[in-house]
């Protein structure tokens, strides 16, 4: 929950401000507590660090915003309804390409989820090359989960670190976001320069997931926490869904009003089959 006390994270008025200067602050609490896995009971599980979230609001995070108090009610009622259904508890956010509310899907429905208050919810980045959530959300993560993944390539047993955000029970492994390494504004998957200073940055490579350790990841962190929600890469464009869809127990897509086009949706049902899609969250820009 955000300091300024509202029961869902409300935003004071304040959501339409320009947003808070990058690159975001580390979170307050740097000493991690473990979270012991529910159902293994091994020691080794997960350390986390909390962090308050500040105004002004991403606003992308609707959930918070009060001034679509619709919007908010629409992802609560998207909970319900996957619930009510095969109650999924590992849920992969996709669109059929970039900037198609992936980000904003995913970041709302953990919220939601986290909402209920008695299970653990992680929202995890399953796109490096894209990393946007400790953006939306405003920290800086403590170790990114790229660096994360490759640590724990040669250190299994180390915990994986992950933030809590506000004093629900929502946690977030967040990647370093890709900045522009002359003003460190975010820059989005592809980015050719920066919006902010103009700095060609054509040439940075972005990194890429390494689909099985994310694959072992989630499997892992499935057994601390209850729901597992996944900001994934798009599916037309190349990022990998494809290899890490698997780990999901469905796929949830997300369209932009006005934006997404029939012919892609229909070639990303498609593309995504034999996996059925529980969901479609038709967003408004
Ligand atoms: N920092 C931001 N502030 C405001 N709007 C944004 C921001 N980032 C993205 N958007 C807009 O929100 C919509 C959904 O973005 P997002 O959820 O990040 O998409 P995706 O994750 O699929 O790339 C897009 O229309 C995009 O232009
Ligand atoms: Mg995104």
Known sequence: MPEDGDGEGGSGGSDASPRAPVPGVPPESVDSSPLVPR??????????????????????????????PSGAAAFRQLRQ????????HTILCTSANPGEGKTTLAANLALAYAEIGRARVLLIEGSL????????????????????LVRHRSLPDEPWVVV???????????????????????????????????????????DTLDAAGFVAAARRLRETFDYLVIDAPPVLARGGVHEVKDVADAVVLAALKGHSRRRDLRRTVEQLSPKT?????????
């Open 81 to 88: 309804q996957l619930i009510a259904g095969d109650d999924p």
């Open 129 to 148: 090359r894209a990393a946007a959530l400790s953006e939306v959300f405003g920290f800086k993560p403590p170790i990114g989960f790229g660096a994360q």
């Open 277 to 285: 899609i529980a969901a479609v969250a038709l967003l408004d820009e």
């Open 39 to 68: 159902e293994s009971g091994r020691t080794i599980g997960v350390a986390f660090v909390r962090f308050t979230p500040r105004t002004p609001h991403d606003p992308r995070v609707v959930v918070w915003n009060k001034r679509s």
């Open 164 to 206: 809590q955000v506000g004093t629900q029970p929502l946690f977030v492994m967040a990647a370093e976001p890709h900045r522009c390494p002359q003003c460190a504004a975010p820059l989005p998957e592809d980015a050719r320069f920066c919006g902010r200073c103009g700095t060609t940055v054509g040439h940075v490579a972005a």
